[in-house]
């Protein structure tokens, strides 16, 4: 990667991470936050914990389909403000109405697909999978930053403050964008990155994604609910004001952490992919059946933190493992719009884990809640038990020249270059669409002759 490229990458990094940052802030605090307003109820409470997360679901891809006509800094300019608003509503609102508009419009900066196409355009096809590693693990260490520091950092500036920390943090983001990232000299479409309208459908249907899209669904569902209640829970059986919970958080989410890396070095071998992930799923299961049981009487302190230890464990694993999965699932063509839906499902699972943990809350209890969780997750650990594992290769893009973004190239020609690159040795599949200069792969990495292909791509 070279030093424009990694600039660009970093500070689109910086930009993703601020938002994220800005987002789950509130999750720790929030809950705790709303009940002190004369109009809440735990169903109020739950819906402005997870509203954003229903426009975050509704509006990505559109904001991604339209950095493709408009401009993708204009498009992230767009979002960022309306974050930026949403966020200053939040922090001035007086009732819980207004904090769930608040919420709602700072789901609606909606740039995650946006800037995704930013950063391939900015970068190589061979650099493509450092980018979004890059990319991917600074999302990663700001939701675990913004989950360790944010009670004392509310106990400190308030959590209106917090909501006037997320407002500075999307401008100073839209400063990064405007002057850190390089103009990219191509804006092309990249269906191995942004959705298209046209594949949605088809990416809906597939068996195999469809699983994971209702992994990713079930684990935001659970997160959200779960911190409706989980606060609440440590003040009263810890006897821990709001403030000293980051005492909790901090040391767990580093163990979580710790304990993970391994699991994770594990799945490098294709087999332990599926037992590692029904391994997660049965952490997150075992850890929320063994919170509901501390909601029960007094509770036992100890056995809360275990649990919760063993939620992080399992939550961060899957966390990590299942974009991974749909990107090796998910045809090479169409690997951006299946990314497109299976974001859009976690945020939908974060706005039904809030909203519907809301009212089991309101209707049942914190055991209820805490059960109900735990048999979500129960359903998907049967689901990976009883269905078959996925079939995994990875996914290469090949710049084949610029001739072919005329429209001229022949179908012959085009089936010629397909059947080619269909005779290298780890080459599985092999897809080039009329007008588009890049050839989407999907390959056996073990076996994949990269010298036939490298000599095939220089032709």
């Known amino acids: 990667m070279n030093s424009a490229e990694l600039r660009a990458i970093l500070a689109l990094s910086a930009i993703s991470s601020l938002r994220i940052f800005g987002l789950f802030l509130l999750l720790p605090v929030l809950a705790i936050y709303a009940a002190e307003y004369p109009d809440s109820s735990p169903f109020t409470i739950g819906l402005a914990l997870g509203i954003y997360g229903l426009t975050q679901a509704i509006l990505q891809i559109p904001f991604g389909l339209m950095s493709d006509r408009i401009g993708r800094k204009r498009v992230i300019t767009i979002g960022l403000l309306i974050f930026a608003l949403g966020s200053v509503i939040a922090a001035l609102s007086t009732s819980l109405e207004w904090l769930i508009i608040g919420r709602a419009i700072q789901g609606g900066g909606a740039v995650s697909a946006a800037v995704l196409a930013l950063a391939a355009d900015s970068t190589r096809e061979e650099q493509r999978t450092k980018a979004m ?45 405007h002057f850190l990232v390089p103009n990219p000299e191509t804006n092309l479409l990249h269906r191995d990155i942004a959705p298209v309208v046209d594949q949605i459908r088809s990416v809906l249907m ?5 699983r994971l899209n209702l992994g990713i669904f079930t684990l935001h569902f659970a997160m959200t609910a779960l911190f409706l209640a989980i606060p609440a829970e440590l ?19 580093l163990l979580s952490v710790i304990t993970m890396i391994p699991l994770v070095m594990m799945t490098s071998k294709t087999h332990l992919n599926y037992p590692i992930l029904k391994l997660g799923s049965l952490f997150v299961v075992i850890s929320s059946f ?58 939908f699972g974060i706005f039904i884990g809030g909203s519907v943990g809301g009212l089991i809350l309101q209707s049942y209890d914190t055991a209820g809640l805490f059960s109900l969780i735990a048999v979500v997750m129960l359903g998907w650990l049967l689901l990976c038990q009883f269905t078959p594992p996925f079939k995994l290769s990875s996914s290469r893009v090949i710049n084949l020249g610029s001739e072919l ?15 080619k690159l269909s005779r290298v040795r780890g080459v599985q599949e092999v897809t080039i669409l009329q007008g588009e200069q890049l ?21």
């Not at 390959?443 to 791509?457: P, Q, S």
């Open 206 to 210: 597939d068996g195999q994604l469809q």
């Open 235 to 253: 003040i009263r059986i810890g006897n821990l004001p709001l403030s000293m919970h980051w005492k909790v958080y901090l040391p767990l989410v």
């Open 290 to 347: 063994g919170i509901a049981v501390t909601s029960f009487g007094n509770g036992v302190f100890s056995l809360l933190l275990v649990s919760l230890w063993l939620y992080f464990v399992g939550f961060n694993l899957l966390e990590a493992m299942l974009p991974s999965l749909v990107s090796r699932v998910a045809p090479a063509a169409s690997k951006g719009s299946a990314t497109g839906v299976y974001n859009s499902l976690q945020f």
């Open 133 to 177: 590693a890059i990319l991917g693990a600074g999302i990663g260490m700001m939701f675990l930053l913004s989950i360790s520091i944010a009670t004392p950092l509310a106990g400190w500036v308030g959590v209106d403050g917090l909501f006037w920390i997320t407002a500075a943090g999307a401008l100073l983001a839209i400063l990064i964008l």
């Open 439 to 459: 050839a989407y792969l999907k390959v056996d990495d073990k076996d994949l002759d990269t010298d036939a292909l490298f000599k095939l791509k220089s032709t």
């Open 405 to 419: 973004s005329t429209g001229s190239l022949s179908e012959s020609h085009r089936a010629s270059l397909v059947d």
